[in-house]
């Protein structure tokens, strides 16, 4: 089954960092938009916002502006991977992180969804 597993979450304190990793299993990145997602706590698949994102149509780097300034998204296709390093943590940080892939922009329908990796972030 074609899907992505992601890595490297846990606890950190605010102000703090962590580096996701996001790799691809069954499918090979290159040639996808590649995106991550946060899930905040007490909400479902469904509350899953796009916080980041890679375009494969033209390079172009998007993040919303919570995260501006402070996470930086980047891809090794040779590794079949995408990152997520995050700096200056907040606690609203805090939820489960996933990497989506599109085959459109960063604005088309993403799937190849994998379990997820947590991110907590204390006060």
């Known amino acids: 089954q074609a899907q992505f597993v992601e890595s490297g979450g846990g606890l950190a304190q605010s102000g703090g960092s962590l580096t996701l990793s996001c790799t691809a299993s069954?499918?090979?990145?290159?040639?996808?938009?590649i995106g991550w997602f946060h899930q905040a706590p007490e909400k479902g698949h469904d509350g899953r916002e796009g916080i980041s994102c890679i375009s494969n149509v033209d390079g172009t780097l998007y993040y919303v502006d919570s995260v501006k300034d402070r996470f930086t998204i980047s891809r090794d296709d040779a590794k079949n991977t995408v990152y997520l390093q995050m700096n200056s943590l907040k606690p609203e940080d805090t939820g489960v992180y996933y990497c989506?892939?599109?085959?459109?922009?960063?604005?088309?329908?993403?799937?190849?969804w994998g379990q997820g990796t947590q991110v907590t972030v204390s006060s």
């Open positions: 069954g499918f090979t990145t290159e040639y996808y938009t």
């Open positions: 989506g892939a599109s085959t459109d922009d960063c604005d088309g329908d993403f799937g190849y």
